[in-house]
Nanobody, 118 residues
Framework: QVQLVESGGGVVQPGGSLRLTCAAS????????MSWYRQLPGQQRELVTGITGDGTSNYADSVKGRFTISRDNAKNTVYLQMNSLEPEDTAAYFC????????????WGQGTQVTVSS
């Protein structure tokens, strides 16, 4: 079955860095656009960044210049490098895989918590 497993979350001080990893299995990874979303309790998930199968990326304005998404199709893995973290970045971060053409095919990971606090 399809699995997306996130890791790398934790507690970091403002200005610090974290690298999130999402390992996928059960899908042809290169056929999926990969994204990171984040969510606060009681709020909707918001798109943070996404990357297509051929490596084209986009970012929310709030993270541009601080976050970098990348993928390794050989390892079925997508990464989110988060630098200059701010308390406002505190949230649960979720990995999403969406088929490039069959948009209704979408999978979610279980999430990983990122807390930015002094």
């Amino acid at each position: 079955q399809v699995q997306l497993v996130e890791s790398g979350g934790g507690v970091v001080q403002p200005g610090g860095s974290l690298r999130l990893t999402c390992a996928a299995s059960g899908i042809i990874f290169s056929l999926y656009d990969m994204s990171w979303y984040r969510q606060l309790p009681g709020q909707q998930r918001e798109l943070v960044t996404g990357i297509t199968g051929d490596g084209t990326s986009n970012y929310a304005d709030s993270v541009k210049g601080r976050f970098t998404i990348s993928r390794d199709n050989a390892k079925n893995t997508v990464y989110l490098q988060m630098n200059s973290l701010e308390p406002e970045d505190t949230a649960a971060y979720f990995c999403n895989a969406r088929h490039q053409s069959l948009y209704f095919i979408s999978y979610w990971g279980q999430g990983t918590q990122v807390t930015v606090s002094s």
